[in-house]
């Protein structure tokens, strides 16, 4: 095929592509309303018939035959011989599809055209009885004054009024004569006869419609405007035979008047197509099929194919005008070289400034020439929502408004099954069915609506559906099971954030999507989809009545306006679509960034706002660091001094700190660059193959020194940092951090944490240095150790069942840290959450569940609390640790006292004394602990202070054993008692106790702790 | 070639005192290095990205790619852009030799190693009269899935 002949090809392809779509739209329109509009079918004809002469003259033969089969049909419904119901409708739809498919690849023989053949032929053969009786066969057009439609002689057919000698034409054509049919009326026939011998030659003349008119075949070397203008005829009325395709004879064949006379005065009430008369103002503008934007939704569907529009429309004067700024171009082009040779500065700025001007007009038009409408997108909707509410047996009536507003052509081309499955989504899931309807009071048939509008230098496109609205609860259900959220965070979560989840990537269910609304595909790809175009999707449901969903999209994706950062003298574009705000730190506020875990964040106006410095993102990159790469490409870190003062909250920072706080859809966290640099609109290209699989940056532009610079990826440093969930761990854990901060000293609350489903624990915040939330995996386990390293140094992890009876702590992705000090490190225990703070319970049963490391129990918040004393537990663990704490502080010339004592209260009364009086001290549960504890470090305690009745070994047998052996020779016991009797008194002197006293006289055990501790230091100096 | 001429030429130039050569039909234009924007994160043998005309081009340092020891940009720096399908591709090479023709039939293919050095980047290797010159295999060399360097 020469070139011509491909050009013309595909301008007959596109042009059938919008006529079939424009079918289908009347089509579902016909199906809706009744009784059958007149002009819709009119309208359906002349587009078949369209492609039907095209085909024909292209040789397109599947083509041809099909729409002449549809054409029959359409013109028995047309002469209102045949109904339009829906099954004829279905048919016809069918058929529309069918020549997509052809269209799509004209040469592909394997199409199956038969069932649709047939199913037309079947329609005609149903008619045929009627048509047989009424009127004959029209293959003749009959045409009387009465039907001013039936006259539509279309332009090819006038040709087939004769019967043409192809030899001869196709010879005078070669000779450069144009062949031309002229439809007149008869009585000017002769006027223009002589006309026409003037330009041209006479052919034939063949008389029409009764004898009413007459169709004058001649050739001429004139074109057809100058034939037209010379005869004084419509153009409508003259055929071309070369132009049976072009748009000219498109236009010629849709306003298709009556031709009663050859001024044509007399208009047939036919409807305006607005393309009619555009196609003679627009061109079609061939563009390369923009590859990067790669369609996110892989749709295979032709229909959806659709839209990925090949060629756009663009409007002649917009065309003419592009032309100008190029001339403009050129010359301010000649002007700045001529102004360079001579140097002549005034002259260059003046250039300049012009070349600016033009550039930025020329910059609007081009970028105009891609806005579409976004009908184009929408107009399917009608067929969609047919199919799929016949198929439900739903009832949908859809309602388009704001269908002229534009939007880039990226972005129409990416809207399109985003969409699609949102309506479908409403249809299947949101409308109710016609009874359900009813009995809700409802009107049976169901509406939605989408509509589109400018709004603050975006477009908006609500889908509003007034059905059923969306089930949080369900939703939230489904979130749990997945282990998107955990039961804590939903049960904080409002309303609207439960209805977010749905956007949550990971969400789509096997039992939300059916056959269709699914195809795989869920609300969480639509929100990702979308996201990638800079669009964001909000959602909004109210049960019982309809659920709206709004898409905010950007206007346009080639040039983005952004701000330029720099960090290490590189620069770097942050669109400013993702831009929040800036925030500017002083040294002086260096202490509003704090670490939670390794992960930075920024207190800002309350709220904790995740950080990252750019530099270290940039040099996270472990490829970076190859041996023998070039270090060029490593920055310097700027927190290396850090790495050896871990984590300390509120570090210093010597300089100001530039934070561009971003927006991630609707996560907000913050960028630390070195420095702002410009706010400048970029040109958008894309990163070379093999950057492709490199995280942080959404592509690259070239600034005004000719430079490359990269664009950074927000959601993607966002996703590669995992920001989203540090910030989630940030803020929970602050909430109790710092409920537990401003309760430190007062030793009255208790912490509650869950371990094990439904079992609760309390510890008293006092003892508390600080709490953690981490990743469970960062529990490592070294030796039989667990341990979690904690900026450059190792905590040592214990786990409640280790030591106590209870659950082991619930499987779950994170864990708090409650952090601890012991014998002068940091020790902590895993817990699986953290409730709450409460006010230390009044009642406390030190009984029931009495066992070591759990001092008792209390009923906090309807639930069984156990009270549980860290300390003890970390010593059942590993009693070398809980040595280790009395052997450091001896050093430390405090001395040490140990406690044995089972009563909870007395060992809180005594520690409470002791420590006061500055020495440190342990506590055993009895005897026997007590004797375990002295032991294994028989010099570790100054003093003991026991009880004497104890379960498992009571005070008198534990004197006993500590008299027996050398080692607790000048150990100094202090036996207390409530019942101070005498034959008490005796019986303990008996066993070796130094004093015995009444637990309550605080004053006496006060002196006789201070008089024996004293009395044994004589002795050891 | 298909002109009749059974000859190729190559383009010769030099990392360190290795000398290498590119069939020249491999290869769009040769650049001095004007503005290199390193790309942090990515692999260590992408140099940067450059602007060529308009065009967003990668930059490949060969040095990193066939394992030479880092060195600093000179003037003696190029950059021969080369197409991988609808792509320019950069390849920095220390410094551009000469251009020769040469007899296709003389490379002897197969026997080209340096130490330590992927063969598959080579496609032969040619004897001139006083040195050895590494046919580049330009494809292999612009391939983005390279495993990482350990």
Redesign the interface.
């Known amino acids: 095929m020469d070139n011509n002949q491909n050009n013309r090809l595909s301008l007959f392809l596109e042009d059938s592509r919008e006529q079939l779509d424009r079918v289908e739209q009347y089509l579902v329109q016909i199906d809706t309303t009744q009784p059958t509009p007149e002009t819709s079918i009119n309208e359906i004809f002349r587009a078949i018939h369209t492609i039907k002469g095209g085909a024909d003259f292209l040789g397109l033969d599947v083509l041809k035959t099909i729409t002449h089969r549809t054409e029959d049909v359409l013109d028995l419904a047309r002469k209102q011989e045949l109904v339009l119901d829906t099954t004829v409708i279905s048919i016809l739809l069918e058929v529309t599809d069918l020549l997509k498919a052809i269209l799509q690849d004209p040469e592909n023989a394997s199409i199956d055209t038969d069932h649709i053949v047939a199913a037309l032929n079947t329609i005609l053969e149903q008619d045929s009885a009627a048509e047989t009786i009424e009127e004959p066969v029209q293959t003749e057009p009959h045409v009387t004054f009465e039907e001013p439609v039936a006259e539509n002689i279309a332009p090819k057919d006038r040709f087939e009024y004769f019967n043409l000698d192809e030899t001869a034409i196709t010879e005078w054509e070669a000779q450069g004569f144009c062949i031309y049919i002229c439809q007149v009326a008869e009585e000017v026939r002769e006027e223009l006869t002589a006309r026409i011998e003037e330009i041209g030659y006479l052919i034939e003349e063949e008389q029409i419609n009764n004898h009413q008119e007459t169709l004058v075949l001649f050739r001429s070397v004139l074109s057809k405007s100058l034939t037209v203008r010379y005869l004084g005829v419509e153009p409508d009325n003259l055929s071309r035979r070369l132009d049976r395709n072009s748009g000219e004879e498109k236009t010629a064949e849709r306003t298709l008047q009556a031709v009663r006379s050859p001024a044509g005065d007399i208009p047939a009430p036919q409807p305006e197509v607005p393309e009619a008369t555009e196609t003679q103002k627009v061109q079609t503008v061939e563009e390369e099929p923009d590859s990067e934007k790669a369609y996110v939704m892989n749709a295979t569907n032709n229909q959806e194919d659709s839209t990925a529009l090949n060629s756009i429309r663009v409007n002649v004067n917009l065309l003419d005008n592009l032309m100008n700024l190029a001339g403009e171009l050129v010359l301010t082009r000649n002007q700045l070289n001529q102004n360079v040779e001579h140097w002549d500065e005034n002259a260059i700025n003046l250039a300049a400034q012009r070349l600016d001007t033009v550039t930025s007009e020329l910059q609007e038009s081009i970028m105009s020439t891609r806005m579409q409408p976004i009908s184009i997108v929408l107009s399917r909707f009608h067929r969609l929502t047919r199919d799929v509410s016949h198929k439900l047996g739903k009832s949908v009536n859809l309602v388009l408004e704001g269908e002229e507003v534009e939007l880039d052509k990226s972005i129409i081309e990416n809207i399109g099954d985003p969409l699609t499955h949102l309506v479908r989504n409403a249809i299947d899931h949101g409308i109710e069915s016609p009874e359900k309807r009813r009995q809700a009071g409802k009107n049976e048939t169901g509406t939605i609506a989408i509509k589109a509008r400018h709004e603050a230098g975006h477009v908006v496109i609500d889908v509003i559906d007034d059905g059923n609205g969306i089930d949080s609860q369900k939703i939230l259900a489904e979130a749990l099971r997945k282990g998107i959220v955990d039961r804590t965070r939903a049960d904080e979560m409002s309303e609207r954030e439960l209805l977010r989840l749905i956007f949550t990537p990971g969400f789509s269910t096997a039992t939300e999507l059916t056959d269709l609304s699914g195809r795989g595909v869920g609300m969480d790809v639509v929100s990702t989809n979308l996201s990638r175009i800079g669009g964001t999707i909000d959602i909004d449901t109210q049960p019982g009545k309809g659920t709206q969903i709004k898409i905010k999209l950007p206007l346009t994706l080639a040039i983005v306006p952004s701000l330029l950062v720099s960090v290490s003298e590189e620069n770097f574009a942050i669109p400013q679509v993702n831009l929040v705000e800036l925030v500017r730190l002083s040294p002086e506020q260096s202490q509003k960034i704090e670490y939670v875990g390794d992960a930075a964040v920024m207190r800002l106006r309350g709220k904790l706002l995740p950080v990252i410095w750019l530099k270290d993102f940039l040099n996270s990159g472990d490829e970076a660091s190859v041996p023998g790469s070039d270090t060029s490409n490593v920055i310097p870190l700027r927190r290396e001094a850090e790495s050896e003062s871990g984590d300390s909250p509120g570090q210093e920072f010597t300089e100001t700190l530039n934070v561009v706080v971003v927006a991630a859809g609707d996560f907000h966290y913050g960028i630390i660059v070195d420095a702002l640099t410009d706010s400048e609109e970029i040109v958008v290209k894309p990163l070379g193959a093999h950057l492709r699989n490199c995280r942080g940056y959404a592509g690259a532009t070239i600034l005004g020194d000719g430079r490359a610079s990269l664009i950074l990826d927000v959601p993607g440093i966002c996703d590669a940092c995992q920001l989203q969930q540090q910030a989630e761990i940030a803020n929970t854990a602050d909430d109790l951090m710092r409920k537990a901060e401003s309760g430190s000293g007062d030793e009255e609350k208790l912490l509650v944490l869950q371990n094990a489903e439904s079992e609760y624990f309390g510890v008293q915040l006092a003892f508390i240095k600080r709490i953690e939330r981490i990743r469970s995996s960062q529990i490592q386990r070294v030796g039989n150790k667990r341990v979690v390293k904690y900026g450059s140094s190792v905590i040592r992890v214990f786990e409640l069942n280790e030591a106590i009876e209870t659950g082991s702590r619930e499987e779950s992705d994170h864990a708090y840290l409650v952090i601890f000090p012991i014998g002068g490190q940091e020790v902590a225990i895993a817990v699986s959450n953290l409730v709450d703070i409460v006010e230390a319970p009044e009642a406390v049963d030190s009984s029931t569940f009495r066992q070591p490391g759990v001092q008792g129990s209390a009923i906090i918040s309807e639930q069984i609390t156990l009270l549980i004393d860290l300390f003890a537990i970390v010593r059942a663990i590993d009693p070398d640790l809980g040595d280790y704490a009395p052997a450091a502080k001896t050093s430390d010339s405090a001395e040490s006292i140990l406690v044995v004592e089972d009563s909870v209260f007395f060992q809180d009364k005594l520690s409470e004394l002791l420590s006061g009086m500055g020495y440190d001290v342990m506590i055993a549960e009895d005897g026997q602990a007590g004797w375990e504890t002295l032991d294994t470090n028989a010099s570790a305690f100054d003093l003991v202070l026991m009880d004497i009745e104890m379960p498992r070994m009571d005070g008198l047998q534990l004197t006993k054993k500590l008299r027996s052996d050398n080692r607790f020779d000048e150990l100094p016991v202090i036996m207390l008692t409530s019942l101070a009797k005498e034959s008490d008194i005796e019986r303990g002197k008996d066993a070796g106790a130094d004093e015995y006293l009444v637990k309550m006289d605080e004053e006496m055990v006060r002196k006789s702790v201070l008089r024996l501790l004293d009395q044994s230091h004589q002795a050891v100096a | 070639m298909e002109n009749g001429y059974n000859n190729q030429e190559l383009a010769l130039f030099r990392i360190d005192d290795d000398c290498f050569g590119i069939e020249i039909n491999q290869i769009q234009e040769i650049n001095r290095v004007?503005?290199l924007?390193?790309?942090?994160?990515?692999?260590?043998?992408?140099?940067?990205?450059?602007?060529l005309r308009?065009?967003?081009?990668?930059v490949?340092?060969l040095?990193?790619k066939l394992?030479y020891?880092?060195r600093?940009i000179d003037d003696a720096n190029r950059i021969l852009i080369a197409r991988?399908?609808?792509?320019s591709?950069g390849i920095l090479v220390d410094q551009i030799e000469d251009i020769v023709e040469i007899d296709p039939q003389s490379i002897e293919t197969g026997t080209a190693r340096i130490e330590g050095v992927n063969s598959e980047f080579f496609n032969g290797i040619y004897k001139m009269e006083n040195k050895l010159v590494v046919i580049l295999n330009v494809d292999r060399v612009l391939q983005?899935d390279e495993p990482?360097?350990?």
Not at chain 2, 84 to 87: K, L
Request: charged share 20%; no cysteine; glycine share 10%.
């Open positions: 004007v503005a924007t390193p790309v942090f994160n990515s692999s260590a043998y992408v140099k940067g990205v450059m602007n308009g065009q967003i081009v990668t490949i340092d040095r990193t394992r020891g880092a600093p991988m399908g609808d792509e591709v983005e990482r360097a350990a």
